[in-house]
T-cell receptor, first 116, second 110 residues
Framework: SAVISQKPSRDICQRGTSLTIQCQVD?????MFWYRQQPGQSLTLIAT?????????ESGFVIDKFPISRPNLTFSTLTVSNMSPEDSSIYLC?????????????FGEGSRLTVL | KNEVEQSPQNLTAQEGEFITINCSYS?????LHWLQQHPGGGIVSLFM???GKKKHGRLIATINIQEKHSSLHITASHPRDSAVYIC????????????FGKGTHLIIQP
């Protein structure tokens, strides 16, 4: 199993500012995933973060807007840059126990961002 | 890309009632997950299924691969079961092969 600590749990931000979300896992994992959940919507994958390489971004998400760091096998950060009200969402980090077929999913507590 | 539909979107029930939440998907999968999201936003994994049925406490999850359908049942529901329940399916192909439903918002009233 994996325990994921994510912070901040919530924040209210001003338009045009940036916020960095941190995700700490209690065990070493190869891949970490960052998701966005807009109000009333399903989770959408932003990017996959591997240690020692650049993150892989999904269609519609770019590094300039959502820079990601992965300095080691237990930690990652996601920055939401130049925020607008449309960025108001819950952001979640996630890991898997092994692989998609046999692995359980583990999520952080979520970071609820409100942009004014 | 798989399409995942959950029903109902919202459900309010009285304590003790038997609850059923449904999930349908459009493309064959290798695994299906049921997740519980708490009001603060954190998500907990309840079940991972590839066939048949699983039970954990008062929760039961079933899947019918041929019909591309899964159900989550809660017996003897309790107010602490109030949460959003999310179905997610994995169709292969790596990180973007996981598709999430929009969730079912369940409220159990005492």
């Amino acid at each position: 199993s994996a325990v994921i600590s994510q912070k901040p749990s919530r924040d209210i931000c001003q338009r045009g500012t940036s916020l960095t979300i941190q995700c700490q896992v209690d065990s070493q994992v190869t891949m970490m995933f960052w998701y966005r959940q807009q109000p009333g919507q399903s989770l959408t994958l932003i990017a996959t973060a591997n240690q020692g390489s650049e993150a892989t971004y999904e269609s519609g998400f770019v590094i300039d807007k959502f820079p990601i760091s992965r300095p080691n096998l237990t930690f990652s950060t996601l920055t939401v840059s130049n925020m607008s009200p449309e960025d108001s969402s819950i952001y979640l980090c996630s890991v898997e126990s092994r692989d998609r077929v046999s692995g359980e999913l583990f999520f952080g507590e979520g970071s609820r961002l409100t942009v004014l | 890309k798989n399409e995942v539909e959950q029903s109902p979107q919202n459900l309010t029930a009285q304590e003790g009632e038997f609850i059923t939440i449904n999930c349908s998907y459009s493309v064959g999968i290798s695994a299906l997950h049921w997740l519980q999201q708490h009001p603060g936003g954190g998500i907990v994994s309840l079940f991972m299924l590839s066939s048949g049925k699983k039970k954990h406490g008062r929760l039961i999850a079933t899947i019918n691969i041929q019909e591309k359908h899964s159900s989550l049942h809660i017996t003897a529901s309790h107010p602490r079961d109030s949460a959003v329940y999310i179905c997610a399916v994995y169709s292969g192909g790596g990180a973007d092969g996981l598709t999430f439903g929009k969730g079912t918002h369940l409220i159990i009233q005492p």
